[in-house]
Structure formats: C-alpha cells, structure tokens
C-alpha cells in the first residue's frame, strides 16, 4: 500500500464556532456532489488522498489556511453532512478524532453488513495504515485522528493525523487503496519534513529480516511506486503572507471578479446578477472542484474566498459565504434534473481564470488586497471567533478593530 502523501501542519488550539461548522459541512458536501456529478466518486476519492488538495479545500470552507485544526473539521463537516445522504452519493466516512477513531472497525463491519462489502479486509487496512504510521514509523508523531472513506466501488481512503508535542507540529497522513502494493515493504514513495533525528522505521527495505521476525502481516508484492509523494510542509507563521500565495493565480481571480465585467464572457451569463465578491468566491469553490493537481501547489490563495475564522487574511464574509452555497446548491439541483448550464458556468469560471493567467501579468499588491478586504469585511457580514468585524475607525461601546 502507498502513502499517496502527507503535510506537516503547525499544532493550533481553537475551536470550530457553530456558524463555520454549519457552513462547512453544507459547502463541502455541495463541493462533493460537484465533482462526483463532473468526474465521478473515484475522482472525489483520488483528490482525498492528495494532501495539497484537501489543504485548499479547508481554506476554501474558511478554516486558518496552515493550522492542524483543518483535518479535524474538514473530516467533521464532511462526516456530518455526506453520511445522511451516502447511500445515494456512495460516499461512507468512518471514525474521527479520539474515541471516534477507535469506533472505526465497528463503524466498517456495520457499513459492510449494510452495503456489502468485505468488512474484515476494510478493518484490517484501517488497523494497519495506522499501525504503520503510528508505530511502525516512529516519527514522534502519535496519532489522534483516523479516518476511513468508502466509495461504493470498495475503494478506500485514509485521511490521518499524529501530533508531537515537542515540536509543536501535527503530520497528516494520506492513504490511497488505488496505490495498492504492500503495507509492510516501502509503502511511503518519500517522508518529507522536519527532520526528526534517527527515527525506527520498521517499514524500511533494510529491515527486512526485523519485519520478519516480529510481524507476518501481508503477502503481497510491492506495487509500482509514485514518482513523487505530494507533501507540504506549513510554516508557523499564523498570517498568510505574499510569499504563501502564488501572486499571478491570485491576481487573475481578482482581475476575474474586479476588473472584467462578466457580460464579457457569453459562457458566464447565467451567473448574472452575483456581485464582483461572490465571483471571486466562486472561481476559487471552481477551481477546488474542477483543478487540477498542479494548481494546488499554494492552499493558502484559497483562503481569500471565504477569509479564515481567526480573521487570517480576513474574516469570514457570511453573505459571500451564503451567496455562494446558494449558487452551488442550485447549480446541483439544477443538474440532478438535467439542466446543466449554470453546472458548466461554474465550471467555466475556473477554465477562464487558467486561460487568463497564461497571459496575465501580475501587479497585485498583496498587502493591499488583504487591506481592503479587511476593510470591507464588515459589508459583507465579516465574523471571526471573537465576534463580528467592525467597520474601520469604529469605536461602538468602547469596541476596538479586530485587525491592525
């Protein structure tokens, strides 16, 4: 089995307040739903896996854009909102943080008497993955989080996560069942990240006669190996910076959504009536559904959708937020009864932000644009965990900005 890739995220104490969460889990399913109806569920797996992915897809649902709360609520919202409705979308998540995770092999076996499916062979690769990168790998990462995705083929996916207290860092592991060779012989293409000393790593090649005297686990042979593990590492610094974000990507969103009139694209009408924010939104929810792997390299330009709940790089703008789960929401129902035009307008947003980009040339002013959004967060119903945004100067009751 491969290790399709993992990131190394700062540890960050907060909490998920109920006007995110309720949020997240509605955009993220609607997300969901987008690429299944586009690519099919193999593809909603396959971008599972791809850690650079799942990051952008935490920034776009307005979680802190580098911490390690991404995977807990990521996973939550996705729990929450997919399993009601998984015998339709063919999508199963199992287990969870802490005690959740370890009611993951009991969560499986009543999946599998349910669905059908080899539940013995489905907990055995949930207990091994974690074993591996728990124990087998002692990296200084303890686990805490484990969570195992179903598709209705019997393809699977593992998204889990250790922390060292030491370093102050969490590790996201990714597992991919499509990279399927062995559990006990190589499994990762590469670990990549903070260099942790000499550590044990019992699923080394070299330690072979080792592996053999202490487990007798799989029999299978090697498979093909990755050409590169997808992997970040995120810095600790808590702000996005203009050197987080690939500048001319950004610039051409914004040039989308600021500069161009949407009338001048004839295949983006029947988004009319959206405002230059909701547009910006859009095109990044676009990009997270209809990207491809090579346009993730920098999760943190997809914070500037939908901001990040600590006001990093700005509040979170409900109305934009709720205008653009609205617009999804349609574009889904409208397509589930065979019209598909505004599902091919949304799709069209990111296409035309990739042609534009090939000739754009940047002149954003990163602390500018992070200033007006600040700036203008209060028009747009702008909330972090410490409350709503004010508008700037404003003083009400003794009430200081939230933002320098």
């Given at each position: 089995m491969k290790?399709?890739?993992?990131?190394?995220?700062?540890?960050?104490?907060?909490?998920?307040?109920?006007?995110?969460?309720?949020?997240?889990?509605?955009?993220?399913?609607?997300?969901?739903?987008?690429?299944?109806?586009?690519?099919?569920?193999?593809?909603?797996?396959?971008?599972?896996?791809?850690?650079?992915?799942?990051?952008?897809?935490?920034?776009?649902?307005?979680?802190?854009?580098?911490?390690?709360?991404?995977?807990?609520?990521?996973?939550?919202?996705?729990?929450?909102?997919l399993n009601p409705v998984a015998a339709d979308l063919g999508i199963y998540i199992c287990g969870g943080r802490g005690k959740h995770s370890r009611q993951t092999p009991d969560e499986l076996i009543l999946l599998a008497d349910k669905v059908g499916f080899d539940g013995d062979y489905l907990v055995r690769c949930s207990k091994l993955s974690a074993k591996i990168d728990n124990t087998a790998i002692q990296d200084g990462f303890q686990l805490y989080l484990h969570s195992f995705v179903v598709s209705a083929e019997g393809n699977w996916v593992v998204v889990q996560q250790g922390m060292n207290g030491t370093s102050g860092m969490a590790r996201r592991y990714h597992w991919h069942s499509g990279q399927f060779g062995s559990f006990v012989n190589e499994p990762h293409s590469a670990v990549c990240g903070i260099n942790q000393g000499k550590i044990m790593n019992l699923v080394a090649n070299e330690a072979?006669?080792?592996?053999?005297?202490?487990?007798?686990?799989?029999?299978?042979?090697?498979?093909?190996?990755?050409?590169?593990?997808?992997?970040?590492?995120?810095?600790?610094?808590?702000?996005?910076?203009?050197?987080?974000?690939?500048?001319?990507?950004?610039?051409?969103?914004?040039?989308?959504?600021?500069?161009?009139?949407?009338?001048?694209?004839?295949?983006?009408?029947?988004l009319e009536g959206l405002g230059p924010r909701t547009l910006q939104s859009l095109v990044l929810v676009s990009e997270v559904i209809h990207g491809t792997p090579t346009r993730f390299t920098d999760p943190a330009r997809f914070s500037f959708a939908h901001g990040g709940k600590d006001g990093h790089p700005f509040p979170v703008p409900l109305t934009v937020y709720d205008e653009t789960i609205r617009m999804m929401r349609k574009s889904i129902n409208d397509a589930k009864i065979g019209h598909y035009d505004k599902q091919r307008a949304v799709k069209k947003l990111s296409q035309v932000a990739a042609k534009l980009e090939d000739s754009f040339q940047p002149n954003t002013n990163f602390n500018k644009v992070v200033a007006k959004e600040r700036a203008e967060s209060y028009k747009y119903g702008g909330m972090t965990v410490d409350g709503p945004a004010i508008p700037p100067g404003a003083s009400a009751s003794g009430q200081m900005q939230l933002f320098d």
């Amino acid at each position: 089995m491969k290790n399709s890739g993992y990131a190394d995220l700062p540890l960050h104490n907060g909490r998920v307040p109920l006007w995110l969460a309720q949020r997240m889990s509605t955009l993220g399913k609607a997300i969901v739903e987008s690429i299944i109806l586009n690519y099919g569920r193999d593809e909603v797996m396959r971008r599972l896996s791809d850690p650079l992915w799942f990051q952008s897809l935490g920034c776009v649902l307005g979680m802190d854009w580098h911490s390690s709360g991404i995977t807990t609520s990521v996973m939550g919202a996705l729990k929450k909102s997919l399993n009601p409705v998984a015998a339709d979308l063919g999508i199963y998540i199992c287990g969870g943080r802490g005690k959740h995770s370890r009611q993951t092999p009991d969560e499986l076996i009543l999946l599998a008497d349910k669905v059908g499916f080899d539940g013995d062979y489905l907990v055995r690769c949930s207990k091994l993955s974690a074993k591996i990168d728990n124990t087998a790998i002692q990296d200084g990462f303890q686990l805490y989080l484990h969570s195992f995705v179903v598709s209705a083929e019997g393809n699977w996916v593992v998204v889990q996560q250790g922390m060292n207290g030491t370093s102050g860092m969490a590790r996201r592991y990714h597992w991919h069942s499509g990279q399927f060779g062995s559990f006990v012989n190589e499994p990762h293409s590469a670990v990549c990240g903070i260099n942790q000393g000499k550590i044990m790593n019992l699923v080394a090649n070299e330690a072979g006669k080792t592996r053999q005297s202490v487990l007798e686990l799989t029999k299978e042979e090697p498979g093909r190996m990755l050409p590169e593990v997808r992997k970040i590492l995120m810095p600790r610094h808590h702000d996005v910076r203009a050197k987080d974000v690939n500048l001319k990507r950004l610039g051409t969103v914004l040039a989308l959504s600021r500069e161009r009139d949407v009338k001048d694209f004839e295949s983006l009408i029947l988004l009319e009536g959206l405002g230059p924010r909701t547009l910006q939104s859009l095109v990044l929810v676009s990009e997270v559904i209809h990207g491809t792997p090579t346009r993730f390299t920098d999760p943190a330009r997809f914070s500037f959708a939908h901001g990040g709940k600590d006001g990093h790089p700005f509040p979170v703008p409900l109305t934009v937020y709720d205008e653009t789960i609205r617009m999804m929401r349609k574009s889904i129902n409208d397509a589930k009864i065979g019209h598909y035009d505004k599902q091919r307008a949304v799709k069209k947003l990111s296409q035309v932000a990739a042609k534009l980009e090939d000739s754009f040339q940047p002149n954003t002013n990163f602390n500018k644009v992070v200033a007006k959004e600040r700036a203008e967060s209060y028009k747009y119903g702008g909330m972090t965990v410490d409350g709503p945004a004010i508008p700037p100067g404003a003083s009400a009751s003794g009430q200081m900005q939230l933002f320098d």
